[in-house]
Structure formats: C-alpha cells, structure tokens
C-alpha cells in the first residue's frame, strides 16, 4: 500500500495494533517511514529480495522466532499468486532446517494468520525446544526481547542467502 504524506502524518504514533484496527497496513506503514513502527531491523535481517523479506522477530516468543512477509502487500495467503505462496513456502522450509540447525530447537512451528481490517501477509516461524512441552501453546508463548546475536545471524543468512542463489 502506498501512503500519503498527510497519512504518514495523521498516523505516525500509532502502534502496529491501532494501525491495523484503522485500516492502515503496519507492515507498508513501516517501511513507508523507514522503520517507525518496528524500528531498526538491521540487525534482525535475514533476507531481502524483490519478493520477499526475511527477518527475526523483533520481540520473539522464542530464539530463532522469525517471519517471511511479501514485498508487494497482499492482505493474506488468500491475495497472492500461487507463484509467491511458492516462494514463501520453499523458503519457510530452508528457514525452519536453518533455525534448527543454528539455534538447536527440537522444531519449528509455522502458522500465518494476517486478521484485522488492515494486515499484511506475512508467515511465522516460531521455534520449539527440548525444554519446552509439545502442542499449540507454542503459538502464544509469551514475547520477550530480541537478542542479537551476530553469529548466529550470519550463519541463518548464508544458508538462506545460498538457497536464495539458486531459487527459480
Ligand atoms: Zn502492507
């Protein structure tokens, strides 16, 4: 979604949540201002390209918890060519063998779910581990703050980045 200055205005302090309930897309809002609304990601980077983009949850409800969220905005799975739900869904299996192999979780979950009157597709990878029970409280764990960890970034981003040269 495009937005207009007066928008980018009107709009500029609200949260993703209050975003979303006035019709306004959180994920194009923030990238429309630069990273206003989910602030600096550069290191939460994973992946870019003119599809997609690839990062770790800047309040994660587990280490490693990360998304994949289209380029263009698409409300929804629903929204997009099959030609993209492709590509995210290649690429959510090269992440989650990355996740577990880098930050040792026993599984990755993988749910998508993009509700309110405004949201943008986008899918989540949610890792759990050894010591943590089976079943779908995993989903709802709750969020904690991003740790940045350079070197396990680096070594997601190359298997990503190497899977991502050979992608068609
Ligand atoms: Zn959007």
Redesign the pocket.
Known sequence: ?EYSKEIIEKYYDYSPKDLVDAGI?P??FDRATGGHVFGDDSKNRIYEDADIDCLFVGNPRADGHAIISTKQ?FHDMSEATDEINKKIVCFTKQLMLAIKEVFGCERVYFCTMSDGPMN?YHVQLIPRYAFEERGSRNFVKPRKEYVYDKEKLEKVKNIIENFAKNYK
Do not use: G, L, N, Y
Request: hydrophobic share 15%; aromatic share 0%; glycine share 0%.
């Open positions: 979604m897309c994920t194009c905005h943008h």
